[in-house]
């Protein structure tokens, strides 16, 4: 409300009737206003009230009221009474509706829930003088209240308890924040809290094509309708930029902006293009690419030509492979070379295949910085094809393969591979016997092995040894009992010596632990030659109690003829305890066994082994027939057991022997 530019009736409602008054004057700029005025102070008890229509608080908390008004001086007013006022009283009354003008009586008034704004008092004012010179001190005050909940709506009453005054003009209002943009975030008009030191929060949401940066969002609305303490803000998206303050306008063609924020839209880098508004990156054009490392603000840039200029230099089973760079690089600072190995079995080059793990690249072959590689772990006397590849941070955007430069080679002879392990069979106090496998790649024919050795305590090759085995495997002697040798081995073929095994230890028994082994060892072949012994006499005494049956029963000798044409001699079973043992005599190529009936000869007529032995097998040549060795023995030949050999050669065939 604002009664400032009224030029109508007010319509206020007043109590008692001959209290306030409504009339038309002027203000100190001389325009005519409509104005509220009572000067009852030559009667005493004034209580005159004035109410206004009613007003809509329109959702606000707390209200704003601003008086002007002008007060005469009591002291300038002769013959008035003591209770003349210089003062009057403000309240206010919330409702839902408006008070009905017909409200007139004492009881109302007196009783009417009123609440008093404050008391107030002029900062100046006028005398008769000073009215009649139109010297009117014009007062302006301005007070609040609140917080209003209770109704839509609210009175202002006025009450005059005895002054001489004017209500020139009246303004209510509420305070608010206004709507804003800021910090690309647009915040809704906002009304004040219900106290003056109140602080509203206003949440608010970012402007068209601009994204959140901080979060939340939000302004906070004082008391005085100011906004205060900026949290959160907002920027423009990738592809737009702030314009006219908090505007973000889109990027034209041939612009972009890859980011969001504050920053500006650029022009498409070397080699790429936008054909769009809002562009975020300019696409590369044909044949141009970007790395996975590059910005959106990088050129666009190509793959790099072919290496130029390879050259090879074989020695054996290396090469030393060089090249110069390629006269094209792609407008890239990150070239590099790939290294690609293949091994042809043929003059043909299309029946290569890829290299194996074992070839070695010096420093590597991927990735390499430098324009030489040293290639070695080939294969003797084989054709290699070498492709040296350029590539950058882009070859892998191109739908066609790196340029490369091939070179061809075959190797020469070589020395042979290191050996890869040696190990220790047995060991004494002063010797050990090792053994090895031939290398993986030998390179030819292995013509020897020769031997390094040294004492582990030295901790020096200089008083080492050295020996020489044509075969893989050897035994160190005059060494010292109980100590570490370090032992190393390499092989040799017509391409000289290749490079000795890594180092291995070996350790001798100390005596003592020899002699305990040795005993063992003992107690070993002991107990192998007492059953060896049971076993061969177990055979022995089959073989001859089978001859002796045989003579005893030669009525059936025609039957064992045939039965010997096969080649064997069954023994009785009831002359041994367990399986019947059988002896079988060589067959000949012919079909047939050794000629004649094998008689059977009793070994208990004969004192001397050597005549049982040439009887048992006196169809065999006499110069055939050794005897190796007596193994058991007793008193006489009765009780020994004999062990014998026989050579069966010279009776084969020529050329089937055995």
């Known amino acids: 409300m604002d009664t400032r530019t009224a030029t109508a009736e007010l319509g206020w409602i007043s109590f008692p009737a001959n209290g306030w008054e409504e009339v038309s004057g002027y203000d100190e700029n001389l325009n005519t206003i409509r104005t509220y005025q009572v000067c009852n102070v030559f009667e005493p008890s004034q209580n005159n009230w004035l109410l206004t229509t009613y007003i809509d608080r329109r959702a606000a908390q707390r209200i704003y009221v601003e008086i002007r008004f002008t007060v005469r001086d009591c002291a300038s007013i002769p013959s008035v009474l003591g209770s003349c006022k210089e003062t009057f009283n403000l309240y206010y009354l919330e409702t839902e509706r408006a008070v009905s003008e017909g409200i007139k009586g004492v009881e109302y008034w007196a009783n009417a829930p009123f609440l008093k704004v404050d008391t107030i008092a002029a900062d100046e004012s006028f005398s008769q003088v000073d009215f009649g010179g139109r010297l009117m001190k014009v007062n302006t005050e301005v007070r609040s209240f609140g917080p209003l909940s209770k109704g839509k709506g609210f009175h202002l009453a006025f009450q005059d308890l005895g002054a001489c005054m004017s209500l020139l003009a009246v303004r209510v209002f509420y305070k608010k924040c206004p709507s804003v943009v800021q910090n690309f975030a647009f915040f809704p008009e906002t009304l004040t809290g219900a106290e003056s030191t109140s602080l509203v929060i206003a949440r608010g949401s970012c402007i068209p094509n601009a994204e959140e940066v901080d979060v939340p969002i939000k302004l906070y609305c004082n008391g005085d309708g100011e906004w205060m303490v900026p949290i959160g803000s907002c920027s423009c998206k990738a592809g737009f930029e702030p314009d006219n303050g908090n505007v973000c306008r889109a990027c034209p063609q041939g612009t972009f902006k890859s980011f969001q924020g504050a920053g500006l839209c650029q022009q498409c880098p070397l080699n790429s293009r936008s054909t769009i508004e809002a562009a975020t990156l300019c696409g590369c054009r044909n044949g141009y690419y970007r790395g996975d490392m590059d910005k959106a603000e990088d050129v666009c840039t190509s793959v790099p030509s072919a290496p130029r200029n390879v050259v090879s230099v074989v020695n054996q089973t290396s090469v030393m492979v060089e090249w110069h760079p390629p006269r094209d690089i792609g407008h890239r600072e990150d070239l590099s070379y790939n290294v690609l190995c293949r091994r042809c079995h043929s003059n043909e080059r299309r029946a290569c295949q890829p290299c194996d793990d074992s070839v070695a690249f010096i420093p590597g072959k991927q990735g390499l910085k430098e324009t030489m590689v040293e290639i070695s772990k080939l294969r003797a006397h084989t054709s290699y094809t070498f ?52 290398p993986e790649q030998p390179n030819g024919i292995i013509l020897d092995y020769e031997i390094l050795y040294f004492d582990k305590s030295l901790s020096s090759s200089l008083n080492s040894s050295m020996v020489q085995s044509k075969i893989p495997n050897v035994v160190l002697e005059g060494l010292r009992p109980g100590t570490g040798y370090v032992v190393q081995v390499r092989a040799r073929t017509v391409a000289g010596y290749g490079a000795y095994s890594k180092d291995m230890l070996f350790q001798t028994l100390t005596d003592d632990e020899y002699k305990s082994e040795l005993g063992q060892q003992l107690s070993l072949i002991a107990g192998s030659l007492v059953g060896g012994v049971c076993i061969v006499s177990l055979v022995a005494i089959g073989i001859i109690c089978t001859r002796r049956r045989q003579l005893k029963e030669s009525v059936y000798g025609d039957k064992l003829q045939q039965y010997n044409a096969g080649g064997e001699v069954t023994m009785r079973p009831d002359m041994f305890s367990g399986p019947t043992p059988t002896v079988t005599f060589p067959t000949m190529s012919d079909g047939h066994s050794s000629p004649g009936v094998k008689i059977y000869i009793d070994p208990f007529t004969y004192e001397d082994p050597n005549e049982a032995v040439r009887e048992f097998a006196k169809e065999i040549d006499p110069s055939c027939v050794k005897i190796e060795e007596v193994i058991g023995s007793g008193r006489d030949f009765h009780s020994s057991v004999v062990s014998f050999t026989h050579s069966v050669s010279h009776a084969l065939p020529d050329g089937d022997k055995s």
């Open 387 to 438: 492709e040296i590849q350029a590539v950058n941070g882009v070859s892998n955007k191109s739908p066609y393969p790196a340029q490369q430069l091939s070179i061809n080679i075959t190797t020469n002879q070589a020395a042979p591979s290191v050996v890869p392990i040696m190990h220790q069979v047995s060991s004494t106090s002063r010797s050990f016997s090792l053994s090895w496998p031939p």
